[in-house]
């Protein structure tokens, strides 16, 4: 088994990956700089000639600009979901788990050492989950990122084009990033259509390169918006359900098998796991995710399988069936 991941390697190869990391979040960011400046100085200042329109158009453009930056700031700028400290499998209990050759022995291993953790999830083999390069057991939806190199709390997937890793602390900021990207790029596209409409015509009246960044601009925001309704809509999908990408491809084992429904609380229950149960902010990037990342609410069938299912009652009241949590929070809201 391999030894724990360490960063001491740090010569030029090293700063050069890490900086070769940033290309698709620099070459984000310069798409959207020159937007905004095509969209604002190009089209609204120099082309649109009503006054209340270029208001109205540069208002509602501004809040879309700034709730896109700063979903997408603070997708980049979280950081991830660490494994605690607990979790770790001490070296003597790693020694033998790696000299033992019996698999029932090192299930024993395993088992002594999540006794006391609250983990329902099991690996392949039906043995608690652990990570033999962080050396330690994996907390529930926690896998193992080989570009971050150590385990992330319930991941999603890492994306390139935020340098990070899409996981429970940052899946809200990522989803509202979508969102705001997608209404941007609408938004976009349909002020700017008449104008695009009318340098086909020939009738566009613009200085220099102007009109050209307008036909550009149209053509990107098609362009992005195309790209990004799939990929929200999924996400959308992936919410309502409570499930990661990962587990969307490979279902979370409990002990009474695979069940990729293991984590549905019900479509608003679900909801609110991640966007939090005050209204108010669920569109706001600001951290309101429900729970900790390490322990999740079940699905009610399979709550009695819980390692602590009998004398956990810190999260009682989430564990809840499905259709009871719906009528308590739908007694919440309303
Ligand atoms: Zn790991
Ligand atoms: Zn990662």
Redesign the pocket.
């Known amino acids: 088994m391999a030894g724990p991941t360490t960063i001491n390697n740090r010569g030029p190869c090293f700063w050069c990956i890490k900086a070769l990391k940033w290309t698709p979040v620099l070459f984000i960011v310069c798409i959207i700089a020159w937007s905004y400046y095509a969209y604002v100085v190009q089209l609204c200042l120099a082309i649109v000639e009503s006054t209340p329109k270029q208001v109205i158009f540069l208002v509602f453009y501004h809040i879309f600009f700034i709730m896109l930056c700063w979903s997408y700031w603070q997708t980049i700028f979280t950081e991830?979901g660490r494994v605690p400290i607990k979790y770790k499998i001490d070296d003597a209990d790693f020694h033998t788990l790696t000299v033992t050759e019996s698999a029932e022995a090192q299930r024993q291993i395993l088992e002594n050492v999540s006794r006391h953790l609250p983990n329902t999830n099991v690996n392949v083999q039906h043995f608690p989950r652990f990570c033999d390069k962080c050396r330690v057991i994996k907390p529930d939806r926690a896998h193992h990122?080989s570009?971050?190199g150590e385990c992330?709390l319930k991941m999603d997937h890492?994306c390139p084009w935020i340098n990070?890793?899409v996981c429970f602390t940052n899946y809200k900021f990522f989803l509202l990033f979508l969102g705001y990207a997608l209404f941007y790029c609408v938004y976009v596209a349909l002020t700017s259509l008449p104008y695009f409409i009318e340098f086909w015509r020939g009738t566009l009246e613009g200085k220099g390169n102007g009109r050209f960044h307008i036909l550009f601009l149209f053509f990107v925001a098609i362009m992005f918006g195309v790209s990004l309704v799939s990929l929200f809509c999924y996400h959308c999908y992936l919410v309502s359900e409570n499930r990661t990408t990962l587990e969307a491809f490979r279902p979370p084992i409990f002990r009474s098998g695979p069940d990729k429904r293991g984590f549905n609380l019900g479509r608003y229950n679900n909801f609110q796991e991640v966007f939090g149960d005050n209204p108010r902010t669920w569109f706001i990037p600001i951290k309101t995710s429900l729970g900790d990342g390490i322990e999740f609410p079940l699905n009610s069938r399979h709550q009695a399988n819980s390692y602590q299912s009998m004398e956990n009652t810190q999260n009682s009241s989430r564990e809840v069936d499905s259709e009871t949590s719906k009528l308590n929070h739908g007694h919440i809201v309303t």
Do not use: P
Request: hydrophobic share 40%; proline share 0%.
């Open positions: 991830i990122c570009v971050c992330v890492h990070n890793c």
